[in-house]
């Protein structure tokens, strides 16, 4: 049974850096894209990040490149969020998700298979 478990989110301040982290069990993480998706109230999943098996590519959601790195640890089945340069608008609970799609489908929430339970970010002014 696939499991994901993120921890890391808190409060921060504007401008501050946070790092994100996510537990994998249950798969052979190399051989699986890792994604990074937010939900906002009422709203779909949001793509924010994802690492290409087996985790030389990286893609990003253009209002966080250049402020977020995904990374991960196939060895310790680990995958990361560094934020940097925290907004307010970046305030959302985060998940951890896996998936052997497409590349092309790699940005779709309903394209993913397990979830985690999500962790929360919230950035004051």
């Not at 401008?15 to 051989?31: T, Y």
């Not at 999943?45 to 977020?68: D, I």
Request: aromatic share 10%.
């Amino acid at each position: 049974q696939v499991q994901l478990s993120e921890s890391g989110g808190t409060l921060v301040q504007a401008g501050d850096s946070l790092r994100l982290s996510c537990a994998v069990s249950g798969l052979r993480m190399i051989n699986y894209h890792m994604a990074w998706f937010r939900q906002p109230p009422g709203k779909e999943r949001e793509f924010v990040a994802a690492s290409a098996r087996p985790g030389s590519s990286t893609y990003y959601t253009e209002a966080v490149k250049g402020r977020f790195t995904i990374s991960r640890d196939n060895s310790k089945s680990m995958v990361y969020l560094q934020m940097n340069g925290l907004r307010p608008e970046n305030t959302e609970s985060y998940y951890c998700t896996t998936s052997t799609v497409e590349l092309s489908s790699i940005r779709r929430w309903s394209m993913h298979g397990a979830w985690g339970q999500g962790t929360r970010v919230t950035v004051s002014e």
